[in-house]
């Protein structure tokens, strides 16, 4: 069949498209979720690691009080600060895993919200986030408790 005279002759196999025009969407590239678990590796390190450090600080540092006070009376006009002296080490490794615990658990928060955002390792993520927002709370917990028992073994110790 032909065309009526002064119709526009279409091509074969139909109009190309224009740029810009519709393009069904494609399947979505799979993401690495290697950002989730960084942030889940950093909150297991502000969760676990920092607060077993704490406790070990605590309870050397706890078994070393008794002795010091029983030697040193507490005289409350003075600095006290003096006291912790014999047991400086374990003070310092308190403070250690302290900023250990504290820039894991920011990063850990950091990641894992960029992790999420980015749909990147979403349950790693979520998983680092409720872990690096606990940790500090773990920490704390830890570190009174085991204090709390080395001073009884130490007092213990150090009285029988």
Aim: glycine letters at 14%.
């Amino acid at each position: 069949m032909q065309a009526p005279p002064g119709a526009y002759g279409v091509p074969v196999g139909g109009y190309a498209l224009g740029d810009g025009a519709y393009q069904p969407p494609s399947a979505p590239a799979k993401k690495s979720p290697m950002p989730g678990i960084i942030a889940l590796l950093l909150g297991v390190i502000a969760v676990v690691v920092s607060p077993i450090m704490a406790s070990i600080a605590g309870y050397r540092i706890g078994f070393g009080m008794p002795g010091v006070i029983e030697e040193d009376y507490l005289d409350m006009t003075d600095d006290v600060l003096y006291l912790l002296s014999p047991v400086r080490n374990d003070v310092l490794l308190g403070e250690i895993s302290f900023w250990i615990g504290t820039l894991a658990g920011i990063a850990a928060i950091i990641v894992g919200i960029i992790a999420i955002v980015k749909r990147a390792g979403r349950g790693w993520a979520i998983t680092a986030l409720v872990l690096g927002v606990i940790a500090p709370f773990i920490f704390f917990l830890m570190l009174a408790i085991m204090l709390g028992i080395g001073a009884s073994a130490g007092a213990i110790t150090y009285y029988s």
